[in-house]
């Protein structure tokens, strides 16, 4: 079944604790990339990655980054996660320009 | 500056009836449109497109309509059903960009 996975799907943290959210999918799809979800702000997009080793900040990067080693994962890294990045967090990934873009089930982050 | 509105936050439809969810943007080099529907939960999903060389696309109960000289785009449900009850998402996309910008959504709830 072709899919986005987002791991984990719930996560409580405290300030400061480096996290990363995994992201991978199946489809062999080049480009994928990541959104927050917040009340009244709809879906943002934190950064993306055009292909292997190929990543670019999007609208809202600020206190994350990512890493594209490989074409089907697509990791999250808080290196100090703070209270303003609690937030519903997804990931999703497109063959190429002009196709549509599937996403991930989502991941709840709350940081305290 | 949003370049994707989406002016009614919420919209109650009865069950039978239409829904008519509209989306207005801005920058007039959006040359193609989507429509996501997002169950709580989970990840968007794409529902409709419209390319801008179209005023009108259909699928089923759901058709996109899109006026260029007003910037606008809508999305006719009908007839309304319960299970269409979920956050619609409208986006658009830039020729030959993977990014599209999401609007910040509408709640839409059909009653039965």
């Known amino acids: 079944e072709a899919q986005v996975t987002q791991n984990p799907r719930y996560l409580i943290t405290v300030t400061g604790k480096k996290l990363t959210v995994t992201c991978s999918q199946n489809?062999?799809?080049?480009?994928m990339s990541w959104y927050r979800q917040d009340p009244g702000l709809g879906l943002r997009q934190i950064y993306y990655?055009?292909?292997?080793?190929?990543?670019d900040k999007g609208d809202v990067p600020e206190g994350y980054k990512v890493s594209r080693k490989e074409k089907r994962n697509f990791p999250l890294i808080l290196e100090s996660p703070s209270p303003n990045q609690t937030s519903l967090y997804f990931c999703?990934?497109?063959?190429?320009?002009?196709?549509?873009?599937?996403f991930g089930p989502g991941t709840r982050l709350l940081v305290l | 500056d949003q370049q994707v509105k989406q002016n009614s936050p919420s919209l109650s439809v009865q069950e039978g009836r239409i829904s008519i969810l509209n989306c207005d943007y801005t920058?007039?080099?959006?040359?193609?449109f989507l429509w996501y529907k997002k169950y709580p939960a989970e990840g968007p999903t794409f529902l409709i497109s419209?390319?801008?060389?179209?005023d009108k696309n259909e699928d089923g109960r759901f058709t996109v309509f899109l006026n260029k000289s007003a910037k606008h785009l809508s999305l006719h449900i009908v007839p309304s059903q319960p299970g269409d009850s979920a956050v619609y998402f409208c986006?658009?996309?830039?020729?030959?960009?993977?990014?599209?910008?999401f609007g910040r959504g509408t709640s839409l709830i059909v009653h039965p």
């Open positions: 489809m062999n799809h080049e480009y």
């Open positions: 990655s055009m292909n292997v080793e190929v990543t």
């Open positions: 419209i390319s801008s060389i179209k």
């Open positions: 920058n007039s080099m959006f040359d193609y």
């Open positions: 999703a990934s497109t063959m190429t320009v002009g196709e549509t873009q599937y």
């Open positions: 986006a658009a996309r830039e020729e030959g960009s993977y990014i599209p910008t």
